[in-house]
């Protein structure tokens, strides 16, 4: 889990699903989380690069939600990413607590959780000096 946390979001939602299952663990469990070391080691060199020439400014959200993807609770799952000067800063696959009736509802609920990060996100911006009046926050629905 730790490395999907600091500068490996790509295996954010594999971690994240894996670790659902660590009271209870199958050999089917531990064959996706070899699939996963596997992964890692084979791409040592992928990772977060923060270039300051290329600098976007602002922060951006991008955000989007499945509809009923766990097939045992129907539990849709929040996925989005958050960019400061066009560098990632934030970025989560999570499981939605509630059950959503319809993709607008779990678009909705997926936009909800990624104003609260960014409503954090401008808080501390501002008191490190970067006062920005606009987000850009990127749905697909």
């Given at each position: 889990m730790w490395p999907s946390l600091g500068s490996r979001f790509d295996i954010s939602f594999a971690a994240g699903y894996l670790g659902r299952f660590n009271s209870s663990p199958t050999t089917s469990h531990n064959t996706v989380q070899l699939r996963v070391l596997r992964y890692l080691k084979g791409n040592q060199d992928l990772g977060i690069y923060y270039d300051s020439k290329n600098a976007k400014t602002g922060l951006t959200a991008f955000v989007d939600a499945d509809w009923g993807g766990d097939i045992v609770d129907r539990k849709s799952t929040t996925g989005y990413a958050l960019m400061f000067n066009g560098t990632v800063v934030s970025c989560a696959s999570v499981k939605q607590k509630t059950v959503a009736?319809?993709?607008?509802?779990?678009?909705?609920?997926?936009?909800?959780?990624?104003?609260?990060?960014?409503?954090?996100?401008?808080?501390?911006?501002?008191?490190?000096?970067?006062?920005?009046?606009q987000v850009k926050v990127m749905v697909d629905n």
């Open positions: 009736t319809a993709t607008l509802e779990a678009e909705y609920i997926a936009l909800s959780e990624v104003v609260r990060e960014v409503l954090w996100y401008l808080r501390l911006l501002n008191d490190f000096g970067f006062h920005q009046k």
